[in-house]
């Protein structure tokens, strides 16, 4: 019994030790988002909004809530396809203020900024948020992937881009909400979520193991981080069908 509960502080630890200083998170933002952010000491000016760069003094489960600009950055994002620690979810804790502020705050604001989008591998035309080059930068994605018709076949069946929405069982906006997240039916029992598979919260919850050997996903994760989107089937609390436009994670600059 000792040893799970040092196991498991220990692996709660692990999760946040990538330490980020202000002024390294300053400069990784405004990097990843040239055209909306402009750093200065101590905050962010987010199309003329100014944001605090600070952390929330609270656990995992309260940064998915009340996450900062700090905690958005605390979980490196891996290139590779680890077996993901407990409570190792980089992208998932997003500051609400920072994407209203870039792609609207409103519905109405959002939505005033989609754009149509042509999904090359279906052929089917997509709402998405043009604010940071996202609309522009799925449209590459998609044209890339059509090069390869084994690749192209997994994405022919997506299921959402924008969707003013909260995330299931929570009041937090989804990426969705903001147009920046797209899902997909993946082939071969490769679509999977963690909620579906029966896992709770502050629960341990075994990987789908079989995500990360797919040499097919893989290699089209791949192509999706190449222009600044992160995969939800690299979290713990995994999301196989869904990307999301997240260049902050990604950036060179943001990752030294």
């Not at 996903?217 to 600044?228: A, M, N, T």
């Amino acid at each position: 019994m000792k040893k799970l509960f040092f196991t498991s502080i220990l692996t709660c630890i692990i999760s946040f030790v990538h330490a980020v200083t202000p002024e390294q998170a300053g400069l990784c933002y405004q990097s990843a988002y040239p055209n909306s952010v402009q750093y200065q000491t101590g905050e962010l000016i987010v199309n003329r909004q100014k944001l605090p760069l600070k952390a929330f003094d609270g656990d995992f489960n309260a940064k998915l809530t009340h996450g900062e600009l700090l905690d958005q950055l605390s979980q490196p994002y891996p290139l590779d396809f680890p077996i993901p620690e407990q409570n190792a979810d980089p992208g998932r804790i997003r500051n609400d203020a920072f994407f209203a502020a870039m792609y609207g705050e409103t519905e109405t604001d959002v939505r005033q900024h989609l754009v149509s989008v042509r999904w090359a591998p279906s052929g089917e035309n997509l709402q998405f948020n043009q604010v940071n080059g996202a609309a522009q930068a799925l449209q590459t994605v998609g044209e890339e992937i059509m090069q390869h018709p084994s690749l192209a076949a997994y994405l022919t069946k997506p299921v959402g881009t924008f969707n003013y929405r909260v995330i299931s069982g929570t009041k937090r906006r989804s990426a969705h909400a903001f147009g920046i997240a797209i899902d997909f039916t993946l082939p071969n029992g490769l679509g999977t979520y963690w909620q579906w598979s029966g896992c709770k919260a502050n629960a341990p919850c075994a990987y789908p193991q079989k995500l990360i050997q797919d040499p097919k996903l893989k290699q089209i994760v791949g192509i999706f981080e190449k222009h600044g989107f992160i995969w939800g089937g690299k979290w713990y609390h995994y999301d196989s069908v869904h990307f999301e436009y997240r260049p902050e994670l990604l950036h060179p600059h943001c990752r030294k």
